[in-house]
């Protein structure tokens, strides 16, 4: 069996993921819509909530507000999900044993098996944040959505790659770096972090590029030009995850 039969095989026993996935989107659809209607423009284009405060209050709106955040980290869910024991799964099962006494190597059959998820997560991911956009704004961000999209597949699909060759909490332990990354950045940024400067810049170094990040989101909620610098670095971080993880992998025994 080649290793895209494998890989394909591998998407569908992840069906129910993919179809918790487009209900989790079907979420965010229900709320563009319903806030969509509930909201209006004023004469010089700014939106006004008063319709929203007068059906639910503040709960209403800060619900909302927190699903446009959530909207921005759903291609780092859609990843996380997908890609969730890319490998650790057949090592649990033994799979990777009988994997590697064929002809086809492991590392083709992983890379065609994460690619196929991580295409699926862009995919899924590239659908609904400008259809989201679309129905709530009646506009979108254009290239720069797909740029934050793939930035986040790259570094994250790289790094749950690689510790799914060591752990099979590999999605968990990624998400948590994921949120000690977003907050280690805030309070670098509001200038709170009270260790020495060398410290703080190798902990930055070697955390995911919540920065980096950071400067895309800011162009993609605002419209404004894309940041290749920080795209360039955020790839070159992702790269750098999924070397690793082949080497991991020639080097990890099955």
């Known amino acids: 069996m080649s290793a895209l039969a494998l890989a394909a095989l591998a998407l569908r026993a992840r069906r129910r993921r993919v179809l918790a996935l487009l209900a989790f989107a079907a979420v965010f659809l229900a709320a563009a819509i319903t806030a969509r209607l509930l909201v209006s423009r004023g004469e010089g284009g700014q939106i006004e909530m008063d319709r929203l405060f007068i059906v639910g209050g503040y709960p209403l709106v800060s619900a909302l ?21 890319v490998i650790s799964h057949d090592r649990a099962e033994g799979y ?22 991580a295409a699926v997560a862009f995919a899924v991911s590239a659908v609904l944040m400008p259809v989201f956009d679309l129905i709530m704004l009646g506009t979108w961000a254009g290239p720069a959505t797909f740029v934050l999209i793939l930035a986040y597949v790259i570094v994250y699909g790289g790094l749950v790659t690689l510790l799914s060759v060591w752990t099979r909490g ?8 994921a949120l000690l990354a977003l907050v280690w950045d805030a309070l670098r940024r509001a200038d709170l972090l009270m260790i020495p400067p060398g410290t703080r810049d190798l902990v930055t170094f070697l955390l995911p590029p919540q920065a980096a990040f950071f400067a895309l989101e800011s162009a993609f909620g605002a419209l404004e030009p894309i940041p290749w610098d920080a795209f360039a ?6 790269v750098v995850l999924w070397v690793l993880a082949a080497l991991s992998l020639g080097r990890r025994e099955v």
Not at 71 to 84: K, N, Q
Not at 170 to 177: E, K, M, Q, S, Y
């Open 65 to 85: 507000l927190l699903l446009g955040w959530v909207l921005g980290r759903y291609p780092l869910i859609a990843t996380l999900v997908m890609l969730a024991g």
């Open 96 to 117: 990777a044993r009988v994997y590697g006494v064929r002809p086809t190597s492991l590392h083709r059959i992983y890379a065609a098996r994460a690619a196929l998820l």
């Open 170 to 177: 590999d999605a968990w332990i990624a998400l948590l770096l």
């Open 233 to 238: 670095y955020v790839v070159g971080y992702g």
